[in-house]
C-alpha cells in the first residue's frame, strides 16, 4: 500500500513456528504489498535479528521504526502501519461493500464523477484476486500483473479521486430503505449513503474433510499460496482444482517447488482452464495431472504431513506438506439474511433480469430493477458475488464501472422525486 514502510527498512516478521498465526501474518503483508523480512528462529531462542526474545509471544512484527507487536493479527498490524481509521464523514452518496476489482473499479469511476464514496473491506485489498500469483490475460498487462499488485494500483487510483477506504472493518448491521442506506460498522461507527454496491465478493470453498480446518494455516492453503511459494523449495506439493486458479498457482509453485501435482476431479481441464493456462502446464517439467482424483483425508501433527487421494476408486496415501485448494468460491452473503435482498439457491446474489416476479413482492417501483439492481431499490450488486456473473477479473472490473452508470440514473431519480 501507499502508505507502507520505506523499502530500505522492511517490517520483520520472526516466527518459532510454521503456523497459522505466522502464516495470516505472512498471507496480510504480501496480499497489501507490503515489503518485509521473514526469520524463522528455532523453539526457544533467546535472540533474533537484535531483538531480545526472552518472554515475548511470538510470532514478532518489528516495524521499521523499532516497535515489536507480539502476537498480534493482521488488524493489529495494520492498525500500527496507520491504515484502520474511522470514517471521515457520516454520510456519503455510495458505500462499497468489498475492495476487491469490482468494488475499486466502482470506487475510482464513481468518485472521478463526483461521487462521495466509502469503500468498506473487512480484509486485505484486492479480495480472491489478491491471491492470484499472476493474472496474463487481463487488458492491458502484456507480461501479467499480479492481484496484489493490480490491486494496489487500482487502490492508490481510487484514493487519488477522493474515494475513501475503511480497511479492516466489517459491517454488523445494514439497513437498505429508499434512498437510505445505513451500515453501523464494528468499531461502534456509522455511515449514511444514498446507494449502496455490494462487491463482498467470494471465499475460497473448503474440502469439507475431516481435520482440515487445523491445517489451515499449517499445510493447507486456500488460494495461489503467493506467500508460501519460497517455502515449498525442493518440496513436492500439491494443488487441488481445475480452473485457472488452480493453473496459476500450479505455476506459481512450479517454479519453488521439487514438484506439483495438480488434482482434478474431473476427465480433464479443457474445460475448465484457459488454453494458455493449459499450454503452460503442460510444458512444465515438474507438473503433473492427475485426473479422476480427489484428496478424501488429511492427517499430520501440528503441521500437515500426508494426504490420501482417491484416484478413480483407489486410494493411496502419500507424504504432503503443503496443500493449496483451489476449487471455487463461495459468496460472501451472510448479511443478506436480515435484509429484503434476494439470492439464488447458491447464495449469488440475483440482480436484473434474473429476478423472477417472487423476488420482487416488496419490489415498490414502477420501473423494472437496473441489470445490475438488486431485489431492493438503489441496492446494486457487482463481481463474483453477483448470480450469474462471468468469474473473471476483467468482468469484475467491468461490472464495476457499469453500476456506477445505473447508480447515477437511480440517484438522479431520487433527485426528481
Known amino acids: 500500500m501507499t502508505e507502507a514502510p520505506d523499502q530500505r527498512s522492511p517490517l520483520r516478521l520472526i516466527a518459532d513456528a510454521d503456523g497459522p498465526q505466522a502464516f495470516a501474518l505472512r498471507d496480510y503483508l504480501t496480499r497489501s504489498e507490503v515489503p518485509f523480512l521473514p526469520i524463522m ?3 526457544g531462542a533467546a535472540a533474533a535479528a537484535g531483538i531480545d526474545l526472552t518472554g515475548r509471544r511470538l510470532p514478532l512484527v518489528v516495524l521499521p521504526e523499532g516497535a515489536v507487536l507480539e502476537d498480534p493479527n493482521p488488524e493489529q498490524v495494520a492498525a500500527a502501519l496507520g491504515w484502520v481509521k474511522p470514517p471521515a464523514q457520516s454520510t456519503y452518496d455510495l458505500i462499497i461493500y468489498g475492495a476487491g476489482p469490482a468494488g475499486l473499479s466502482a470506487a475510482v469511476y464513481a468518485a472521478s464523477e463526483g461521487l462521495s464514496v466509502a469503500v468498506v473491506e473487512r480484509d486485505a485489498v484486492g479480495g480472491q484476486a489478491g491471491f492470484s500469483s499472476l493474472i496474463e490475460n487481463y487488458l492491458g498487462f502484456p ?21 475513501e477506504l475503511i480497511v479492516m ?29 455490494c462487491a463482498t465478493g467470494v471465499q475460497w470453498r473448503r474440502l469439507g474433510l475431516d481435520g482440515e480446518q487445523g491445517f489451515r494455516g499449517a499445510g493447507i492453503y486456500y488460494g ?26 500450479a505455476m506459481n509453485l512450479a517454479a519453488h517447488a521439487a514438484h506439483v501435482t495438480v488434482v482434478v476431479r474431473g476427465p480433464s481441464l479443457s474445460s475448465t482452464m484457459s488454453a494458455y493456462l493449459l499450454d503452460r502446464l503442460a510444458a512444465q517439467s515438474n507438473v503433473t495431472i492427475l485426473v479422476h482424483s480427489r484428496v478424501v483425508a488429511v492427517d499430520g501433527d501440528e503441521h500437515l504431513r500426508e ?16 496443500l493449496f485448494v483451489c476449487i ?18 447458491r447464495g449469488f446474489l440475483l440482480t436484473g433480469v434474473d429476478l423472477a416476479s417472487d423476488d420482487l413482492q416488496k419490489w415498490p417501483l414502477d420501473r423494472s430493477p437496473y ?20 468469474k473473471r477479473v476483467a468482468s469484475a472490473v467491468g461490472e464495476g464501472a457499469m453500476a456506477v452508470t445505473l447508480i447515477h440514473r437511480y440517484l438522479a431519480e431520487g433527485a426528481q422525486r
Open 307 to 322: 494426504i490420501t487421494l482417491d484416484q478413480a476408486g483407489r486410494t493411496t496415501r502419500v507424504p504432503a506438506t503443503h
Open 143 to 163: 507480461g501479467g500483473i499480479s492481484g496484489a499488485e493490480l490491486a494496489e494500483r487500482a487502490r492508490r487510483q481510487a484514493l487519488s479521486f477522493g474515494a
Open 41 to 43: 528462529v528455532p523453539r
Open 371 to 390: 441489470y445490475l439492481e438488486t431485489s431492493v431499490p438503489g441496492i446494486f450488486a457487482a463481481g463474483d458475488v453477483r448470480a450469474n456473473s462471468v
Open 328 to 345: 471455487g468460491g463461495a459468496p460472501n452473503t451472510e448479511w443478506a439474511a436480515t435484509t429484503d435482498v434476494q439470492l439464488d439457491s
Open 224 to 249: 495461489a499460496g503467493i506467500s508460501e511459494a519460497s517455502a515449498c523449495i525442493g518440496q513436492h506439493v500439491y494443488v487441488v482444482g481445475g480452473a485457472n486458479s488452480a493453473g496459476q498457482a
Open 169 to 197: 472493518r466489517y459491517g454488523i448491521a445494514r439497513t437498505f430503505r429508499d434512498h437510505d442506506v445505513r451500515a453501523r460498522l464494528a468499531d461502534g461507527s456509522e455511515i449514511h449513503a444514498r446507494a449502496a454496491l
